[in-house]
């Protein structure tokens, strides 16, 4: 349902979001994040719900916004509506968030969440995904973000788009299938790869010996893949299968199956790429 | 069997090392990475070892070195040799290595072997060990790179840590139990996750993205942890225990088992470390 590009509607649009603000539902890490970048870009949040009262006020305090904890009590008038829920309240909540509100502009955040979510519920809608770790802990610039747009016209694209600019110089068009593989890979990338940091602490606790040992390492690993592929970064006792050293790995994982489990999946997953790459030079 | 320490012994061997020369047996990536830097802090690689005709002579012209693939015409009258062999090659070769050559300092620089290989062949010897992922194409700043020495006397556990300090300025001590243990923690914090990144290259392949997509999120994540622990930033739908996403993420993976096996371990791995560190919130 592509409707034809109007550059006048979409001045007066975004126009429209800086008069009449954006309301966030959901008050988590992302929405935290999101919502103090477009703050700082001068955008007015006008609400924040969330349906934990502490989180809702912690936000609404960062950003000197309102907040609510009760959905039938979010403002009608805001022109954008950002909701940035776990995946499985939003889809269940959908209904009741938009209830009234079905002319405003809605978005969500969501990696995995098909655009077409919005379809049956309201007429102008979207997505906009930071694809980013995101802790309430830690500050991050959004300069740098790579920010995933979809839209379901092209005006509320090139809106979006434009909204996404004023937040980062990484922008992209993403549609929902590419969406959700680039959630999928992020999850690998970052949430996985966060867990073997994780682990690697663990084993070095157990030795006595402090983690900060392994940051060097850990940044080299990142940077490498700035200018190798991951393939031809790898290095390891897996890439060169010796048997001896890994076996000796597993004997001290003993007590954890489930780290022996993961370094045979991991490693073999390794040496099978290595022989990929090593069949594949050998071609002519 | 420590021996007392004599400074003057010290200052002679050091003088020793850099008048007669390190031989260096290996030409892999490690021995690559470490000859250029000793070589750059002006000490003399007498000599370059490797089974391998090219790797040889590839070390060895950069080195402006001479180099045989030869083991029994290794010169006999260097000062330090350092052994950076595969693991399983080193173990087989020790004997004709040190052959001839016994009264020398001998060093290897294997995470995984212990020091105490090379009792009964030689008198004089240790481990230099340095945490780090090399790969012959890219360069690395040896000065941040964490060095672990451990030697058979106090006398030469000071020239190590002297040798060592003029490489890095992280140096430090470590038996051979953590030595061990620092090579499995990265094994975990670099291999495996360099892997993770391969896949998530895969995936975006398939999917017509390019993987520099991924480099923010990537960064991010590494950089966290210097800050937070890795527990404390693990984020991601697995956290969560957000079971439609994760559903939805392994039917994506339905046609890699070995991936989808992956997803299921490592996401119960990060639910697992997320509940405990609830539970011990929780405890008063």
């Known amino acids: 349902m592509i409707q034809e590009y109007n550059p006048q509607e979409e001045g007066r649009l975004m126009e429209d979001v800086r008069q009449r603000g954006i309301v ?6 992302v929405a935290t994040h999101l919502a103090k970048a477009l703050s700082g870009r001068g955008f007015r949040i006008a609400q924040v719900y969330s349906c934990t009262e502490d989180a809702a006020q912690a936000l609404a305090a960062v950003l000197d916004a309102p907040c609510t ?4 009590a979010v403002i009608p008038d805001a022109a954008l509506y950002i909701v940035a829920l776990r995946d499985e309240a939003f889809v269940r909540l959908l209904p009741e968030i938009v209830a009234g509100k079905e002319d405003a502009l809605w978005v969500h955040t969501a990696g ?7 379809e049956g519920h309201v007429r102008r809608y979207g997505v906009l995904y930071p694809m980013q770790t995101f802790s309430k802990q830690r500050e991050v ?4 973000i790579p920010l995933f747009v979809e839209a379901v016209s092209e005006t509320e694209n090139r809106l979006l788009k ?5 937040l980062s110089d990484k922008v992209y068009e993403a549609d929902s299938v590419q969406r959700k593989s680039l959630h999928l890979a992020a999850v690998f990338a970052c949430n ?8 690697a602490e663990e084993l070095l606790t157990k030795y006595g010996l402090p983690f900060e040992v392994m940051l060097p390492l850990i940044d080299e ?12 970064a790898q290095t390891g006792p897996a890439v060169r299968y010796d048997r001896n050293v890994m076996e000796a790995h597993l ?20 040496h099978r790429m290595a022989s990929e790459e090593i069949n594949n030079t050998k071609q002519p």
């Open 24 to 29: 966030f539902i959901g008050a988590g890490n």
């Open 69 to 72: 904890t009760d959905l039938s």
């Open 112 to 118: 995995s969440i098909p655009m077409q979510v919005w």
């Open 141 to 144: 610039d959004f300069a740098h």
């Open 162 to 166: 434009e909204l996404a600019a004023l």
């Open 192 to 199: 996985f790869t966060n867990h073997l940091y994780a682990v």
């Open 221 to 232: 690993t990142a940077r490498k893949v700035h200018r190798l592929s991951p393939r031809q």
């Open 251 to 270: 004997q001290m994982l003993a007590g954890e199956p489930a780290w022996q489990e993961l370094y045979r999946l991991l490693s073999d997953g390794i």
